[in-house]
Nanobody, 114 residues
């Protein structure tokens, strides 16, 4: 059974930082492309970051330079380091694992507010 469990979401002030984690089980983690998406209230789900099996990364312009995705294949975990957070980064953040199928986690809430 595939499980993706996100953690690390919380309330943070504008300009602050957070690191999200996603622990995977039930998959051969090292061969999967891992990603992060987010969904804010009333908005469509938005792609945030991707890291391939070879650790090639990609980001949309909205987070480029502020967010960093990384992976630890020894821990079957992908991370999202978020710096210079803005109120518009407030959303539920989801982890994904993509190979032959795409799997989604349950999400973790990030709230950026003073």
């Amino acid at each position: 059974q595939v499980q993706l469990v996100e953690s690390g979401g919380e309330l943070v002030q504008p300009g602050g930082s957070l690191r999200l984690s996603c622990a995977a089980s039930g998959i051969t983690f090292s061969i999967y492309t891992m990603g992060w998406y987010r969904q804010a209230p009333g908005k469509q789900r938005e792609w945030v970051a991707t890291i391939t099996r070879r650790s090639t990364t990609d980001y949309p312009d909205s987070v480029k330079g502020r967010f960093t995705i990384s992976r630890d294949n020894t821990k079957n975990t992908v991370y999202l380091q978020m710096n210079s957070l803005k109120p518009e980064d407030t959303a539920v953040y989801y982890c994904t694992a993509n190979y032959a199928s795409v799997y989604w986690g349950q999400g973790t809430q990030v709230t950026v507010s003073s």
